[in-house]
């Protein structure tokens, strides 16, 4: 099981109770979420790459490339979906197969590029924050259901 895992340029620290590994890729990591129901990473680096990281297997499953740099990434709960923001300030959603390229969600864009996502239990919600505004999606629709400037830095569980 793992314990923590800690990005570091471009290696994947991975800690447990018993063992720790490294995980080297080819460029900078900005992000990483971990899949308990598959045993997987997904990764997002400066090279404008999304990764499917397989643990078991020691190697990459799955690589898209993204059209901006990513700055965050969610998956959902259930490991269904992903949320990805880049330094655009947009976010977008795709599945956890990449079936299809990512989605844009429609609204607003802040002024400050996205720091926290997170779905709700069942995936079919996404709250997005920055330093200036809360945000809270339908991704179903790709609609922006509520938006709130705020103050100050918070984190989403």
């Known amino acids: 099981n793992l314990g923590v895992a800690v990005m570091v340029g471009k290696k994947l620290l991975l800690y447990s109770k018993n ?3 490294t995980i080297s890729f080819e460029n900078i990591i900005v992000d990483a979420e971990y899949d308990e129901n598959s045993e997987s990473f997904w990764v997002v680096t400066a090279a404008k ?4 990281y397989e643990v078991s297997t020691n190697s990459i499953k799955q690589t898209i490339n993204l059209k ?4 965050s990434i969610a998956l ?3 490991g269904e979906r992903i949320a990805l923001a880049d330094k655009k300030k947009n976010l977008y959603y795709t599945d956890k197969n990449l079936s299809y390229q990512p989605q844009k969600l429609n609204g ?3 002024k400050k590029r996205y720091t926290n996502l997170s779905f709700s239990l069942d995936g079919k919600y996404l709250a ?3 330093l200036m505004r809360l945000d809270l999606w339908q991704i179903e629709s790709k609609a922006n259901l509520y938006s709130k400037k ?3 830095k918070g984190i989403l569980s």
């Open 19 to 21: 063992d720790s590994s």
């Open 49 to 52: 790459e999304l990764i499917k």
């Open 68 to 71: 901006e740099i990513p700055t």
């Open 76 to 78: 959902s709960k259930n």
């Open 108 to 110: 607003k864009k802040g």
């Open 128 to 130: 997005s924050t920055n």
């Open 150 to 152: 705020r103050g100050g």
